[in-house]
């Protein structure tokens, strides 16, 4: 806007300026033109009266010659002679005068006609002073005197008809240019009138104009006034001696300022006093800089009016306001976050204060494996400081060798299932510890809520627990035993009191001898159960796995039950639907099943009663059910029955002289040998109580049959809708070297066995639509999939069980999530092979899966493979069970294979040892010794068989 | 020595040693020769001419197995059938006792009216 007009300004005031100068010169010229003719006219003038002088003198000098000839007197010849004088001065005046060569020569004509009438006058006076006034007469009335005369006259004529001329052409051109002089002047001030108006129409836009800008900036000051104004954040302006200038509202209303009193005031008045320097120095800095000043937000704490401090963010910028340079501060009140931070601050200290005094290490890592918090006892267990915990990948924090066998805990927390896990580890004295960690998987929240963010890690210390573990079982044991020596002595007394050793008793006293004797040996049951119970509890239940005829057991159980059931006048009846059929089982422990079964269902019969024994088979299982007509379990008892030391009626123990622990230890014992226990019962009717077995298949000429190099890999079907747990359950079956494949739901599962064969199927039994019960159920029905293992894999496994009581659905192994990978793998290979204890047993110790993987598919098909990744678990596998063959590598996390080796030996000669190291060392104790990498599979394999050949021969 | 009829009896509990005695012999018929330790135990072996050793495990001083290896050294029992009584029957214990030469292993408690007819069958089961 301002352009254009001071364009049009600039053009206007040229053009009038331009007119002006036209206007100007114009008049000048004009007025010049007007001098030059008016002085020609007054040189006219001038001329004229010159020449009316000279006849006018002319005149006088003749009249007083006359005068003179008249009167003839000196004095009048004096006056003539004088106005002589005059005639010549004037005529030589006119002479001197400008003026055009006509005229000279007409003034040249008249000078000499004077001059000669003058010459006749002086002759006419001479003669009349020297004759008289005849002579004098005669020369005036001459005739040349008189024709003088006339030409003089005629000259003056014609000069006067000259100079009458002459002042009226003057005149003429002196109109004409005045006429010019007003039409220009008249046509300029025209001009300059519309210039004029143009101006002032271009002047008065220009000021409308101005003033509607004025306006909108009015308009923009007041809106951004008001936006100040109205700001949450406060504005305070101050001039660059830093006085507040201007405040705004919400200024006002931080500091406690009302109305103006912020205004004038300075502004490191509202700084706590400690502060005033700096701030004094900064606006110095400030000042002196130059350029745009936009300083970064700075937190600080600033007064209030009533002296109360605060803190605030404010960043400072500068703004030039009417030529002056102003600080504008933008102020907004952090108090809030500040106390939140400094909350949280206080809160994490709190929480760091709590954790360090708990005496476990507790962290949180993050998905990508980093810890992202430890406490103290964490930091002090790894001798390492929080910089170095901190931020630091957990690999890195707890070392390689520990990491390799978190790895897999680590791998299924960040799956999103909590996990526990023990594990030994050795001090840098040399210690041993026993370390429990837990792994909780944090998820996210709000739209991430199914993400798994990181875990928390719990890990105690258990060393003292699995001392005061070991103390309690000692004690547990050492008291039994304890217990059982004057149970010896009296058991003994009373029994040969009883038997007549001490010759016969009265009636009464023999009562009273057999109550002794009966309890007597009711607490030498008790005192073996709870051995019993704590043998299974502490991992120290022995179990000698044969593979032995189940019918045989049953027959023994029998047995050995007639007495007691004799006792209690019940008959015990086997209906043999199955003449028989191998299992894998420690037989004492199996007759141990089957006879507190019998004595339960003797002790819950009524008398004259058959308890009926029943064997058949189920889907490749066996089952042994044990039946009897008694009250039944009542319904809300069901649910713990075999729990320890729980019995349907508290009062019933004492009449029926049970521990509460059989039930309990006969689970375990059942569940150890891969197999299942359940009931049904109707109260009034009785109850059942069965536990089924994984038959043993042994095929044709299977045991001659020679063992083959042919690699086998085991198949599984995964059914599991939860796409990370079938991933997990897949990475652990690959990693035993079992390969899967996965169905999200019961349909596709049917689809994937019509399509490809398969070793065993894992189910889950909540899956989308069709449930898991119902697959299983469906594949039962079908020829193809009848005999197809069939494990339970669900974090209802337990109530999925006792809700399958009434049904046989031939289930292998019911697993509880979160999945125990030893479990998984131990119930999948029982349930493909059916018999790992019939079979060569060798347990593999090494910590690289990938060679596991490698010799367990080398040697699947005439051995069962279990895995042991460090020594620790080595031993504690080895504690459990007896294996044919150890595989041992040297080099373990937790320390040296020879080690192991000699702890081995120490025992016996059993197992064969076959070390498979990286190194060809010598070892003495080993069967063998194969060094990794330079061992073909044949080699290896010819190797194991030769050591194991040894062993049976 | 077809016939089972001199038993060494070695138990250090008074009371136990006592029953078991008579059980053997009133039940058994058998002549039992007692030894309260297994120190005079084999002081008296090489005079005892049993048939049969009975040991106890678990005794203070010379355990059973000690003594057992000390009769062992002594020529008159070097050969003569062992059996241990005790409470700690694990199999994996009573592998452990046969390992050391023990044709078997009688649980305690034990009865009295029974251990010597399971006596008589171990001593049977023993190939000659």
Known sequence: MARPLGARVRVAFAIGFAIVAIVGSVAYLAIESLVAHSGLAAGTYATAEVLQRVVLRFQVAESLQRKYLVTGTAADLDRYQDARTDVTEALRQALSLPHDSERGRRLDALGRAIGLRMASMERAAAARRDGGTDAAVAIVGSDANRLLAREIDGLVSELRRDDDRRLAASREIALDEAR????????????????????????ARYQADRLRVEAQLRESEERSRAITENMADGVLTTDEAGTIVEANAAAKQLFGYPGEELIGRELETLLPARHREGFRKTLEHLRERRGEIREPP????????????????????????????????????????????????????????????????????DSDVIVRFNNKAYEEFFGLDRERILGCKLEDVVGAEIFARLRPHVEQALAGFPVRYERSHTMPSGEQRYMEGHFFPRYGEGAEHARVMGFYSLVTDITALKRLDQMKSEFVSTVSHELRTPLTSIRGSLGLMAGGVAGALPEAARKLVDIAKSNCERLIRLINEILDTEKIESGKMHFDMKALELRVLLDQALAANEGFAAQHQVRLALASGADGGLVSVDADRLIQVITNLLSNAVKFSPAQSVVEVMLTRVAGRLRVAVRDHGPGIPQEFRGRLFQKFSQADSSDTRVKGGTGLGL????????????????????????????????????DGAAAAPPSTKIHRLKVLICEDDPD??????????????????????????????????????????????????????????PSTHALPVLVLSAEAEEGRIHLNNESLSVAEWLQKPIDENHLVRGIRNAIEGNPEGRTLVLHVEDDPDIQRVVAAIAVDFAAFEFAGTLAEARAIL????????????????????????EIRARGPRPRVVIFSATDVAVPGADAVLVKSVTSNEELLATIERVLEKAHP | MSELKRILYVEDEDDIRTVAQMALEAVGGFEVLAYGSGRDAVAAAAAAGADLILLDVMMPGM???????????????????????????????????????????????????????EIVRIWEAVPR
């Open chain 2, 63 to 117: 355990d059973g197995p000690s003594t057992l290896a000390a009769l062992r050294a002594v020529p008159a029992t070097a050969a003569t059938p062992v059996i241990f009584m005790t409470a700690k029957v694990q199999a994996s214990e009573v592998a452990h006792y046969r390992s050391l030469g023990a044709l078997d292993v009688i649980a305690k408690p034990f009865d009295p009216m029974s251990i010597s007819a």
């Open chain 1, 298 to 365: 700075r937190e600080m704490r600033v007064l209030r009016k009533d002296g109360s401090s605060f803190y605030v963010n404010a960043s400072f910028s500068d703004v030039r306001s009417g030529g002056k340079r102003l600080f504008s501060g933008l102020i907004r009140d952090v108090s809030d976050r500040i106390r939140m931070t400094r909350e949280l601050k206080a809160s994490e200290a709190q929480l760091r204060q709590v954790t360090d005094a708990v005496p476990a290490l507790i962290a949180y890592v």
């Open chain 1, 879 to 902: 504690a459990e069970r007896r294996f044919d063959l150890v595989l041992l590598d040297l080099a373990l996390p937790d320390g040296c294979g020879v080690d192991l080796l000699h």
């Open chain 1, 725 to 782: 747990i079938a991933r997990l359950i897949a990475m652990l079956l690959d990693r035993a070297g079992i390969g899967s494949d996965v169905a999200h739901d019961a349909a596709m599962a049917r689809g994937r066995l019509a399509l490809n064969s398969y070793d065993a199927i894992t189910v889950d039994l909540r899956l989308p639509g069709e449930d898991g019960i119902s697959l299983i159920r469906s594949l039962r029905s079908q």
């Open chain 1, 664 to 699: 309990n230890i006969s689970r375990s014992i059942v569940e150890r040998f891969a197999g299942s226990i359940g009931f049904e019962s109707r109260e009034g009717e009785g109850t059942t109580f069965f536990f089924e077995l994984p038959e043993l298949v042994v095929p």
């Open chain 1, 180 to 203: 010019m002089s007003r039409i220009t002047i008249l046509l300029g001030t025209l001009l300059s009138l519309g210039l004029l108006a143009w101006a002032i129409v271009v002047i």
